[in-house]
C-alpha cells in the first residue's frame, strides 16, 4: 500500500503563483504513474495533471494546459504541481493519486487546500 500526503496549499491572490507537494512512501513509488485531482464546494473531484513513472509524459486538462506544470523526483518520492496565473474558480482541494495501468488510480492522499481570492 502507498501512503500519501499532500502539502503546499494555502491563500494567493488572482494572479498568483503556489507550489504543491506529494510525499509517498515505499521503494516502489517509480513504478507508479502519478496524478492531481481537485475537488470544490458542490462539485464532483475533476482531473488536473497527471505524469508517467519516468516523469518523460504529462497530460493537462484544459483548465490546466499552460498555467499548471507537473513534476516529479523518483529518488526523492515525491510529485509536485506548480501552479501559476491563478483564479478564483482553482479554489479547491488539491488530491495527489497513483496509477498502474492498465488500473485507474488506486491510493490517494488526504488533500491540501487551495484559496485564490480576487
Known amino acids: 500500500q502507498v501512503q500519501l500526503v499532500e502539502s503546499g496549499g494555502g491563500l494567493v491572490q488572482a494572479g498568483g503563483s503556489l507550489r504543491l507537494s506529494c510525499a509517498a512512501s515505499g521503494r516502489t513509488f517509480s513504478d507508479y504513474h502519478m496524478g492531481w485531482f481537485r475537488q470544490a464546494p458542490g462539485k464532483e473531484r475533476e482531473f488536473v495533471a497527471t505524469?508517467?513513472?519516468?516523469?518523460?509524459?504529462?497530460s493537462y486538462s484544459e483548465s490546466a494546459k499552460g498555467r499548471f506544470t507537473i513534476s516529479r523526483d523518483n529518488s526523492k518520492y515525491t510529485v509536485s504541481l506548480q501552479m501559476n496565473s491563478l483564479k478564483p474558480e482553482d479554489t479547491a482541494v488539491y488530491y495527489c493519486?497513483?496509477?498502474?495501468?492498465?488500473?485507474?488510480?488506486?491510493?490517494w492522499g488526504q488533500g491540501t487546500q487551495v484559496t485564490v481570492s480576487s
Open positions: 493519486a497513483t496509477r498502474r495501468p492498465p488500473a485507474g488510480y488506486e491510493f
Open positions: 505524469i508517467n513513472w519516468s516523469g518523460t509524459v504529462t
